[in-house]
């Protein structure tokens, strides 16, 4: 499956901009993507597919320590 979403983003500090591309975009899609995934299973006459919510506040967070952490590892 793919899915898309176009974000007009005005006015945003330019350090905020990574947070908002890399977690509340994502946090806004999910929830679509989890309801078309279950409904195609479902159709299917597969067994009901719930997938789990995801945190991408927590995921982007951990993607900018791991970053730091290998800035740090080369530098």
């Known amino acids: 499956m793919h899915q ?4 007009l983003l005005k006015d945003i500090p330019e350090d905020q901009i990574g947070q ?3 977690a509340y975009c994502p946090n806004v ?3 679509y ?14 067994p009901q597919l719930l997938l789990a919510p995801v945190n991408f506040d927590q995921a982007y967070a951990q993607s900018q320590q791991q970053a ?3 800035a740090e590892g080369n530098a």
């Open 4 to 7: 898309a979403g176009i974000f």
């Open 20 to 22: 908002i591309l890399g």
């Open 29 to 31: 899609l999910f929830p």
């Open 33 to 46: 993507a989890r309801e078309v995934i279950s409904d195609i299973v479902t159709r299917g006459s597969f």
């Open 68 to 70: 730091q952490v290998d």
